[in-house]
């Protein structure tokens, strides 16, 4: 099953911005560099601030923990809980994206865009 963004505004009936904003939260299916899957479960998951989602490999060999979007750095994802613990929290009520955003980071512009941001530690960017 594949979600577009205009079914999902659809369904909720909402505006481009609304859409946007739910977007940088969703927990997303795979790395956007490699397109590799990255279940809710995947412990290699890295997501930045913004929650751009890599794996572990991409974050370290291909964007040396610069985000290509942001420039932040990458924490591991947090794992949402597949069992309903408290109050419907949990992976069924609130899945995955099904939505993939597979857009590999140029090498040359990436080098380009992160050379003055990589020396610096992510908390001082
Ligand atoms: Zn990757
Ligand atoms: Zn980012």
Do not use: Q
């Amino acid at each position: 099953m594949s979600t577009s963004k205009e079914d999902i505004r659809a369904k909720y009936n909402l505006t481009d911005e609304e859409f946007d904003v739910i977007d940088a939260l969703a927990l997303r299916p795979t790395c956007e560099h490699c397109d590799k899957a990255l279940p809710p479960d995947a412990p290699e998951a890295r997501i930045c601030s913004f929650e751009c989602t890599f794996c572990a490999d991409c974050v370290e060999r291909v964007i040396g923990n610069v985000c290509p979007n942001c420039g932040g750095g990458f924490v591991p994802r947090p794992v949402r809980p597949a069992r309903n613990w408290r109050n419907g929290n949990y992976l069924g009520a609130f899945p995955a994206r099904t939505l993939r955003k597979h857009k590999p980071v140029n090498p040359a512009i990436h080098a380009a865009f992160s050379a003055e941001i990589r020396p610096l530690p992510p908390e001082k960017r």
